[in-house]
Nanobody, 125 residues
Framework: QVQLVESGGGSVQSGGSLRLSCAASGFSSNHYCMTWFRQAPGKEREAVAFIDTLGRTRYARSFQGRFTIAQDNSKTTVRLQMNRLKPEDTAVYYC???????????????????WGPGTQVTVSS
């Protein structure tokens, strides 16, 4: 079974940085992709950045420049480097994965079948 586990969340002051990680396991092949999403209370889940196993990336425009997604090829881990954090970045950050429609490089939450439990990021002013 597919398992995703996020880590690296915590509390940080405005302007600070955090590095999130998503460890994936249980995929039957190397054909899968992952996207970082975030969800604040009362808001819809929104995409942050996408990456596939070939290292191709795509960012939601709001996060271009501040956030960077990358994969560690030594293990099935995807990281999200978040810089210059703002209070509005406060949310639960989730790792979503898909093994069917990765060619779309989709930032649509509905395309993702697997989810980790999330990691809380809190940015104070």
């Amino acid at each position: 079974q597919v398992q995703l586990v996020e880590s690296g969340g915590g509390s940080v002051q405005s302007g600070g940085s955090l590095r999130l990680s998503c460890a994936a396991s249980g995929f039957s092949s190397n054909h899968y992709c992952m996207t970082w999403f975030r969800q604040a209370p009362g808001k819809e889940r929104e995409a942050v950045a996408f990456i596939d196993t070939l290292g191709r990336t795509r960012y939601a425009r709001s996060f271009q420049g501040r956030f960077t997604i990358a994969q560690d090829n030594s293990k099935t881990t995807v990281r999200l480097q978040m810089n210059r954090l703002k209070p509005e970045d406060t949310a639960v950050y989730y790792c979503g994965a898909d093994s069917v429609n990765c060619w779309l490089q989709s930032l649509d939450v509905r395309r993702y079948n697997y989810w980790g439990p999330g990691t809380q990021v809190t940015v104070s002013s």
